[in-house]
């Protein structure tokens, strides 16, 4: 099987799978923190991606919840969700203008339409009714929601932009009261929120000693692709040797009989007697 594969195909995918193996490893190891390109400078502080990422979330959340919440004033059935819906569409027509001055006085580029994955969320509210709108409206909103808040207190923790943090500081006390109105409202079925993601392995808790298992993991995957690498290297080399040898005929020894063994009969006692008689 190995035959019909080239060559260079085989090293390609040894390389690919050390590679593979080597940044699963390294993710692992890292936290996953934001890259250091794109810093600019600002009378307000260094601004970097993350802080621009803030402004940028935030802007798309509110572009799809205060709408929705409209909606919900109308459409859902419960007193509960109703109220929900005005109360986050209003304070979130306050936060979008907050997020628009500061994104101004850092010159950050704000999105004008909500993302994909929002416009099939707010189709897929808007094509519910009853109490079935109800759950779709709080369930989603409060999935939203929970995933910006992570993003906004990771920032207020990190930012070295005094804008930033103080816009930060806002938004993440916008978005914990719009959850607890999401919550209050009943509806919400925790076992269905994503899960958080895994940290990384020296977080929290973590030691040094986490790491045995990646190591071995790591360590067999090597000497597996190098075992595999040099089995097909001896495999050419025997290949290139065998067809450059001269081939001989091949000759069949055959074992020729054995003769039979010759008896030579002995000499007769009378003649020998008689022979030394004439001579004598």
């Given at each position: ?6 060559r260079t195909l085989r090293r390609a995918v040894v390389a690919i799978v050390l590679l593979a193996v080597t940044f699963s490893v390294w993710q692992s190891w890292s936290s996953g923190t934001p890259g250091t390109g794109g810093w600019v400078q ?239």
């Open positions: 099987m190995l035959r019909r594969v080239p600002t009378k307000f502080g260094p601004l970097g991606p993350a802080d621009r990422d803030l402004l940028v979330k935030v802007r798309l959340a509110g572009l799809w919840e205060q709408p929705t919440g409209q909606q919900a004033q109308q459409q859902a059935s419960a007193a509960a969700v109703k109220d929900a819906g005005r109360n986050i569409s209003a304070e979130h027509a306050e936060l979008d203008l907050r997020v628009r001055e500061v994104a101004d006085q850092l010159g950050v580029l704000l999105p004008s339409a909500p993302s994909p994955q929002q416009m099939a969320w707010m189709e897929e509210i808007s094509s519910q009714t009853g109490s079935d709108y109800d759950r779709a409206f709080a369930q989603r909103l409060r999935e939203a929601h929970g995933a910006v808040l992570p993003a906004i207190a990771e920032v207020r923790a990190s930012t070295r932009n005094d804008l930033i943090r103080q816009f930060a500081a806002e938004a993440d006390t916008f978005v914990s009261r719009h959850i607890q109105y999401l919550e209050g409202t009943g509806l919400v079925d925790y076992a269905a929120l994503p899960e958080a993601p895994s940290p990384g392995l020296l977080s929290g808790g973590r030691g040094a000693g986490d790491l045995v298992v990646p190591v071995i993991v790591f360590a067999a995957a090597l000497f597996g692709a190098v075992g595999l690498f040099t089995a097909v290297r001896n495999r050419d080399a025997n290949r290139r040797v065998g067809a450059s040898a001269p081939r001989t005929a091949t000759t069949t020894h055959r074992r020729d009989p054995v003769p039979p063994l010759i008896q030579i009969p002995a000499p007769r006692v009378a003649e020998t007697r008689s022979r030394h008689a004439l001579r004598s």
